[in-house]
């Protein structure tokens, strides 16, 4: 049996998707690097979206400092935190269960891509300036946002 080309594998200059490059499924669990540390995230409507506690305990409460932190947060809009479903914390719990602990449908996830840019004004912003400060969320009117607490 002889092997034939075709145009796009005969190398005519186009250039071809890689074969893994299809996007992920909802409910699908994946990894996401932000400064170093790696957190679960599950698939959402095509986005990452990682657990809040995860998420505050390896990566805000890094960050210490009080107006820079505040300074921060005047100038960035609130993420909006939603419920794990009972199938996405078993996939957590699966996957990630091992390190972070059991899931559950009470677990908190925000959109990584959100949280990120988010992460890196405050990160600016703590470049600038060296105080203290202790943070975390709170659920004001069914949304999560975060609060800075100084001494």
């Known amino acids: 049996m002889r092997r034939v080309q075709t145009k796009a594998s005969a190398g005519d200059g186009r250039s071809q998707k890689p074969q893994n490059s299809a996007p992920f499924a909802d409910g699908q669990v994946t990894w996401i690097t932000i400064d170093g540390v790696c957190l679960p995230c599950i698939i959402r409507g095509g986005k990452p979206h990682g657990p809040v506690r995860i998420i505050e305990d390896k990566l805000l409460n890094r960050l210490s400092s009080t107006d820079a932190v505040n300074a921060a947060f005047q100038s960035c809009r609130l993420l909006v935190s939603k419920y794990l479903t009972n199938l996405e914390a078993l996939r ?60």
């Open 92 to 151: 957590m719990t699966y996957h990630a269960g091992e390190t972070f602990g059991v899931f559950s449908c009470k677990d908190l996830v925000v959109d990584i891509d959100e949280f990120r840019a988010l992460y890196m004004r405050i990160v600016q912003v703590l470049c600038l300036k060296n105080t203290t400060v202790t943070g975390g969320w709170v659920q004001v009117n069914n949304r999560y946002v975060v609060y800075v607490y100084t001494e």
